[in-house]
C-alpha cells in the first residue's frame, strides 16, 4: 500500500473489497468483534480500506483512520456515517501517521501488514504512537509452513498476487516481525481460515502490547 495508489488497481481494489465485505464479515466478524471487545473511545486504524471494521466499533468512536488509497476514501466515508462512527481521514501510510508519540491507547490493523512495503518500519511506527501499554489488534495472514502445499501455492502466485492487490505479500512472517519489534508481550492465535480466498486461509489474531 502506498500514498500514491495506482488509478487502475487503486479504484479495482476498492471495488473488490467493497464487494466482498459481507463475505469477509461472515468468515471473521465473531473473531473480529470478540477482538475488538473494549475498544477505546478513540482508535487509530491502519489501511482501513472500505470500512470493514467500521461494523465492530461502538457508536460514538473517534475513528483516526491511516488509509493511503484514495479511492476508498468515499466509501470509507459512507461506512463511518451508516455506523456512527466519528472519522478522521488521513491519506498516510502505516509507515508515516503524523501522529505524537505515546499519544494513543490501540491501533487495528486487518489484514494490512502484507501490503506495508517495510512491515518493521510500519511497527516501530506503531510502537511509537502506542502509549506504553497500548495494544495493537491484528487479524493477518501469513505464510504456510514450508514444504505445505499451500506454501507452495504462495510461492508460485506471490509475484501476480502482489501486482494485483498493490503489494499484497503472501509470504509475510507476521508473528515473528511482532517478536523483532519489540513489543513487551504477544498474544497471538494461528489458525487456518476456510475460504475461497485459499491463498490467504493461513492467518494469525491477537494482541501486541507495546
Known sequence: MTTHANPVRGRLNAGF???????????????KAALFAG????????GPGTGANMRYYRRGTRLIA??????MHATLRRAAARHGVELDLRAVGAEATELPAGSVDAVVCTLVLCTVPDPAAALAEVRRILRPGGRLLLVEHVAAAPGTALSRLQRVLRPGWRWAFEGC????????????AGFVTTDVLRYRLR??????????????IA
Open 17 to 31: 473489497f467493497w464487494l466482498v465485505d459481507s463475505y469477509v464479515h461472515r468468515l471473521l466478524g465473531a473473531r
Open 39 to 46: 475498544l477505546p473511545s478513540t482508535v487509530v486504524e491502519l
Open 66 to 71: 491511516a488509509e493511503p488509497n484514495r479511492y
Open 169 to 180: 505479500d503472501l509470504g509475510r512472517h507476521t508473528a515473528q516481525s511482532l517478536v523483532q
Open 195 to 208: 475460504s475461497l480466498f485459499w491463498p490467504v486461509n493461513e492467518q494469525i489474531a491477537g494482541t501486541a
